[in-house]
């Protein structure tokens, strides 16, 4: 018998935390963390359904290797293997009908590099759990099992007797028709129990916990009925605790809600009950830990904000670095401020600032602004070249103002238009002084510090200010509540009802909205929001009416549960909202964002868009992790931008990277659950630096270059340890992505082990990602791409989504690669991005210009040392009326200038139908080993007024490796016709009959 080996079994560990909030997130951390790596215990119970009886291999060194894959594939599907020393002896075992212990399975090889391989398992085959390995004339590579269930996570994470948990991963049920799920769950003490399931699929179920369930830890699996050990989970941990008493409450006498909720929090939290009838705040109504604000229902007990500006509201994100006016990009805009000078003399102008003109051909901004002290000449403001982008900000100096001792008025002013993100202004009469990187200056008797959003007077088209927002209501508070009620705001309010704690960046738990409608939020002050949240863990946003500009605003969540809510978008000002529902730069992780409605005020369900996106999740100050999206629509709204503006825009689901590199390079280093790196590297060669400046890259105190160390404690400028993730990208163990968890000087331990350790000198990237998310039966029409996955995504899922009318492509897939350097800063739409094992599935795809556009964005100046796009799975999926290409692969450089590599490598595409485009599948510049198998291609109707031949499957390099199979074509009479090509390498043109 083989034997399953042992993963390591690693339990992160906490220090005791003064900070009793900072201790519970700690222990938060570790059950997202913990639990994965645990070793298969011998008291596990008997699995259901057969066992299988592996027969016994040889075993040693030089044997070949099996690193990463396709994780999901059925009979008559084909999946991927990657690793080193790969042979055509590819042997399965599975289910048979004869015999109980399983049978052997002989693969059809598809290609075979050595280091990809390629095989469909045989249609007569039965679906379930396939152990699969390599073998040698050294003997056979460690077994995988091919639909082994995997539980990625669940919702609550902590859970009280009798009641459900969500669970959420791949193969959760039973293949092949996922109808039942057998989960167990079983105590720290060795007490376990199989749990009855109320919803079983492929992708989630719903468990129920017993209603005698002990307080305390748990470990709960996942089998696939079949299989016997081969057929678990790795499993998650949850947390039992016991039902928490009943709130109890008052009713409000007299109109002072904010006196009532007071007293209420005073004595431990309950439920303050709310009449119905109309009450007007005094202000912000700040609801404290544990108090529930309770109504009578939407439009029955109304919360109305004052317009008066003598009324005063909660604000958020006042003055301070790191932020400042945004889109002060018009000629003639002007901003006013107030400045004091301790002595007279000359100043001189150091400014902090972002801007990234590049786009528009532009250098920079120097001479394009100037500074006005009183009623001088104005002083233009030079040396300001582009920095990389609007969220990179480096110091400058820019000019030289005279003044006399005192007070002054300074002006800025917009003199020939280019955008700039001005942080701050310092003025120094000390010709040495420096700005120091990462060391924030302070006012002084030779140094002023003025934060560029503190202005006397804004004047500008489309700028806005930070450190104004105003909220109505703010759940300020653990556990603190809203529900059953409308809240109506002002002209003094941008922000509907905010989730944050007092002490923010620290974390906030449990608060709710539930059955609340928030309308009226005028305030044009930086984002308007209907609801915000402000690192929220455990919050429930559901079954809601919002309506503003962005109705729904994530600024860091976890375990939250944002669904069944009515979202509405309402064009206030210039542009749209970013999105309806947006998570810009903050972690978004195990949330569950499903079942949201995105429609538009009454008379705009036509024409001009009033929302660019529909959700809208980006990487940033963390990662996007684990997340169940599914089930949103829109009702007649359309997504875009506003005419008059930019365009590019209309992303209905996007992940887009504001991307983070810590680390490219080879490794000093690794073991099972661990990864070291040099403490120092060698200069990054100019002919890489690609779009990173060399001052940008870390250094030590010998001036020698070095990886960038993420903080291991939130702040609110980089991604903090924990968001990382380490992702190999070349060598034995090339195509694993693993998550940081720990870092002990050099060395980074991570939440899982490595399958293959990867030996010394393999080369990795460590960045922020978008990892495991689900983004399943959502309905996308009227934008311009309908779901667009957009650098560093890493083993998605999409699955069972509509998409229609899009201006570009119906599901976007994009890796990319624009620098070589060992780190990069932060920003938007750069780096090292690879797209490594996603999986687009049922999918169907109308009226957009490609169907499947799969493709890279590296710089073709920069070596192409390893692939940006590996292991991606398109099946099932439908294209129809495409204006070019069906599907579309494709990299961003010409083929052969790299031996043995190609930007796109390991695509598998089977089992989809393409109707009515000019090509039907096209494999375009550097892409290496692609399967095509059993895909439709129907030439039914013209989609445009561009003649040109109907190509069924393109491969416009004759090199490219690609296997044709058993694929179909046919024209408007419903076969073959004559002048369709169905095959054509370069110029060739090819039968089907001949692949």
């Known amino acids: 018998m083989i034997v399953i080996p042992e993963a390591v079994n690693i339990r992160t560990r906490t220090r005791p935390h003064r ?29 259901p359904g057969p066992a299988y009886r592996v027969p016994e291999g040889k075993s040693g060194p030089g044997v070949p290797v099996i690193s990463s894959w396709t994780d999901d594939a059925g009979p008559d599907e084909t999946f991927l293997l990657v690793g080193e020393g790969l042979t055509e002896n590819v042997f399965m075992w599975g289910l048979s009908p004869n015999r109980e212990d399983g049978a052997e399975i002989r693969p059809k090889i598809q290609f075979c590099t050595g280091k990809m391989l390629a095989a469909t398992i045989p249609e007569r085959a039965y679906d379930g759990p396939f152990v699969v390995w390599v073998e040698n004339a050294n003997g056979r590579s460690q077994p995988l099992v091919l639909n082994r269930p995997q539980l990625w996570w669940c919702y609550p994470r902590t859970c009280t007797p009798g009641g459900t948990v969500r669970v959420f991963g791949r193969n959760i049920g039973r293949r092949p028709h996922f109808a039942e799920v057998f989960a167990y769950l079983e105590s720290e003490s060795g007490s376990g129990s199989w749990l009855p399931s109320l919803s079983s699929g492929k992708y989630s179920a719903t468990l129920r916990l017993p209603d005698d369930l002990a307080p305390g830890r748990y470990q709960l699996r996942i089998h696939a009925g079949a299989g016997g050990q081969w057929g678990w989970s790795d499993p998650i941990t949850i947390q039992v605790q016991a039902q928490a008493p009943a709130q109890t409450g008052i009713q409000l006498t007299g109109t002072d809600i904010q006196a009532a909720v007071n007293a209420l929090g005073a004595q431990g939290g309950g439920i303050l009950t709310l009449p119905a009838g109309r009450y007007t705040l005094s202000g912000t109504l700040v609801i404290p830990a544990g108090v529930t604000v309770n109504g009578q229902g939407k439009g029955r007990t109304i919360l109305q904000a004052p ?18 006016p945004a889109a002060v990009h018009t000629p003639g805009d002007t901003m006013v401020y107030k400045v004091t000078f301790p002595r007279a003399g000359d100043w001189h102008v150091w400014l902090r600032y972002a801007t990234d003109m590049s786009p528009w051909g532009q250098p920079g901004v120097s001479g394009r602004m100037t500074l006005t002290l009183d009623d001088n000449p104005p002083v ?46 310092v003025f120094t009469d000390d010709p040495s002084w420096q700005p120091q990187e990462g060391e924030f200056p302070v006012s002084g008797p030779h140094l002023v510090v003025l934060q560029g959003e503190d202005v006397v007077d804004f004047q500008t088209k489309e700028g806005s200010l930070p450190g104004a927002e105003k909220a109505c209501v703010w759940l300020a508070g653990d556990g603190a509540s809203v529900r059953n009620l409308t809240v109506l705001g002002s002209i003094q309010t941008n922000l509907g009802i905010v989730v944050r704690h007092p002490e923010f960046p620290q974390w906030i ?25 402000f690192h929220a863990f455990g919050a429930v946003v559901k079954g809601c009416e919002l309506w503003a500009r962005s109705p729904l605003f994530l600024s860091g969540v976890r375990q939250c549960d944002l669904s069944e809510n009515r979202l509405v978008s309402v064009t ?20 569950i964002i499903e079942g949201n409605v995105c429609a538009v005020p009454p008379g705009s369900e036509g024409g001009g868009p009033t929302g660019r996106r529909m959700i809208w999740l980006s990487t940033g100050r963390g990662s996007v992790t684990h997340n169940w999206i599914a089930g949103n629509r829109e009702e007649r709204a359309v997504f875009g931008g ?43 060669p100019q002919e890489w630096l690609g779009d990173v400046k060399r001052e940008d890259l870390p250094r030590d105190d010998k001036g020698r270059e070095t990886p960038y160390w993420p903080p291991e404690k939130e702040n609110d400028r980089e991604p903090v340890l924990t968001e990382y993730y380490v992702i190999v990208l070349d060598g034995p163990g090339w195509g694993q992505t693993r998550r940081i968890v720990a870092r002990d000087q050099t060395t980074y331990r991570l939440a899982s ?39 560093s995504c890493i083993g998605n899922i999409v699955s069972g989504n509509e998409v229609a009318r899009q201006r570009k492509p119906a599901v976007f897939l994009y890796g990319t690669c624009t620098t070589l350097a060992s780190s990069m800063p932060m920003t938007w739409n ?15 795809a109308d009226e957009t210009s490609c169907g499947i556009l799969l493709t890279t964005g590296e710089r073709a100046d920069l070596p192409l040392l390893f692939p940006h796009a590996l292991g991606n799975v398109l099946r099932h999926n439908g294209c129809v009326k495409s204006r070019t290409d069906g599907v579309l692969v494709m990299g961003n450089r010409r083929d052969g200038e790299d031996s043995g590599l190609a930007a796109v490598m390991g695509t598998i595409a089977e089992f989809n139908l393409v109707r009515d485009a000019l090509c039907g599948f096209r494999l375009a510049s550097s892409v290496e080993g692609v399967v095509l198998r059993r895909n439709h291609v129907y030439f039914w109707y013209p989609v445009n007024n561009r003649a040109g031949e109907r190509v069924a499957f393109q491969i416009d390099s004759p090199q490219t490796l690609c296997t044709l199979e058993n694929n179909s074509v046919e024209g408007i009479q419903g076969v073959f016709e004559s002048d369709i090509i169905p095959v054509r390498r370069g110029d060739i043109k090819e039968s089907l009959d001949s692949q």
Not at 395 to 403: E, F, G, K, N, V
Not at 413 to 425: L, R, S, V
Not at 754 to 777: K, L, M, Q, Y
């Open 307 to 324: 317009s008066s500006p003598a009324v005063k509201f909660a604000q958020f994100q006042g003055s301070a670095w790191n932020q400042g």
């Open 642 to 684: 506003v005419a008059g503006t930019d365009q590019n825009v209309g992303e209905m689901i996007l992940f887009e990277a504001c991307q983070r590199v810590a680390y490219f390079g080879p490794i000093a280093g690794a073991d099972v659950d661990r990864v070291t790196l040099p403490s120092f590297v060698k200069d990054t």
């Open 572 to 591: 206030l000002w210039g542009g749209n909202a970013e999105g309806y529902i947006n998570g810009r730069n903050e972690p978004v992780e195990e949330c």
């Open 380 to 425: 233009r403001l030079e040396n300001l070249p582009n920095t990389g982008s609007f969220g990179t900000f480096r110091w400058s100096l820019s000019a030289t103002l005279t003044a006399s001792a005192g007070e002054h008025v300074l002006k800025w002013k917009n003199e020939q238009g280019g955008g700039i993100h001005i942080d701050a202004f």
């Open 509 to 533: 738990y449990n608060c709710r909205m539930e059955n609340v409608e928030m309308r009226d939020c005028q305030g044009k002050q930086a984002e308007n929001c209907g609801v915000r949240l």
């Open 19 to 47: 900070n009793p909030a900072m201790a519970r997130f700690s222990i938060l951390l570790a059950f997202f963390f913990a639990g994965i790596s645990f070793p298969l215990p011998a008291e596990l119970p008997p699995p």
């Open 753 to 791: 082990p490595w399958r293959v350790v990867p030996p010394p000198g393999s080369r990795v990237v460590i960045s922020t990602a978008f990892f495991e998310n689900h983004i399943v039966n959502n309905r996308t029409v009227n934008g311009m791409t309908g779901i667009q996955l957009w650098i």
């Open 830 to 844: 750069r780096g090292i991005g690879p797209l490594f094992f996603n999986h687009v599935e049922g999918t169907q």
